[in-house]
């Protein structure tokens, strides 16, 4: 399955989750220009998950529909890749690694097999949009969503504490 989907120019507002045919089937509701949290609707626009960072942390927590805890992501130290870790409660843990300057991103799961690819595109014209290509059942799409949008805000938030610096 592939998605497509992007961030606000202001970091605030509702943008359309997109299906391969162009087809709506979701959207992500950015909650606020001044904080970092999403929630995603799947196509009957119903809550199927949201992100935010934990009070003063730069840890990343995806809930379900019910606000119950899905999983936390968080970023690990590297010099020439980017990497994070995706660890969920009783579904295992996800490693999220991208090559230095590239756009591009592998999640795989413990053994190493592929769970999804995604990758920042210019689809809109936008610094944010990004395709999301699904290759197992082990992580829904939409919590995928929600946790690449965590990558997402995780860099935003480096590269302020960093001055802009990318």
């Given at each position: 399955?592939?998605?497509?989907?992007?961030?606000?120019?202001?970091?605030?507002?509702?943008?359309?989750?997109?299906?391969?045919?162009?087809?709506?089937?979701?959207?992500?509701?950015?909650?606020?220009?001044?904080?970092?949290?999403?929630?995603?609707?799947?196509?009957?626009?119903?809550?199927?998950?949201?992100?935010?960072?934990?009070?003063?942390?730069?840890?990343?927590?995806?809930?379900?529909?019910?606000?119950?805890?899905?999983?936390?992501?968080?970023?690990?130290?590297?010099?020439?890749?980017k990497?994070?870790?995706?660890?969920?409660?009783?579904?295992?843990?996800?490693?999220?690694?991208?090559?230095?300057?590239?756009?591009?991103?592998?999640?795989?799961?413990?053994?190493?097999?592929?769970?999804?690819?995604?990758?920042?595109?210019?689809?809109?014209?936008?610094?944010?949009?990004?395709?999301?290509?699904?290759?197992?059942?082990?992580?829904?799409?939409?919590?995928?969503?929600?946790?690449?949008?965590?990558?997402?805000?995780?860099q935003?938030?480096?590269?302020t504490?960093?001055?802009?610096?990318?």
């Amino acid at each position: 399955m592939q998605l497509y989907f992007r961030d606000n120019m202001f970091n605030a507002g509702v943008t359309e989750i997109l299906d391969e045919h162009q087809a709506v089937v979701g959207h992500l509701d950015l909650k606020s220009a001044f904080g970092s949290s999403i929630h995603v609707y799947g196509a009957r626009d119903e809550l199927l998950c949201s992100g935010k960072f934990r009070f003063f942390s730069s840890k990343w927590v995806i809930t379900d529909g019910n606000d119950d805890e899905l999983g936390v992501l968080r970023s690990r130290f590297t010099f020439f890749s980017k990497k994070y870790t995706y660890e969920t409660d009783g579904r295992g843990s996800f490693d999220i690694e991208s090559p230095a300057f590239s756009k591009e991103y592998e999640v795989v799961d413990e053994s190493g097999a592929l769970v999804a690819r995604f990758e920042k595109v210019s689809r809109w014209f936008s610094s944010g949009a990004f395709l999301l290509d699904t290759h197992s059942d082990r992580l829904d799409a939409y919590e995928l969503l929600a946790v690449i949008m965590g990558i997402h805000e995780i860099q935003k938030h480096t590269n302020t504490a960093a001055g802009g610096a990318t």
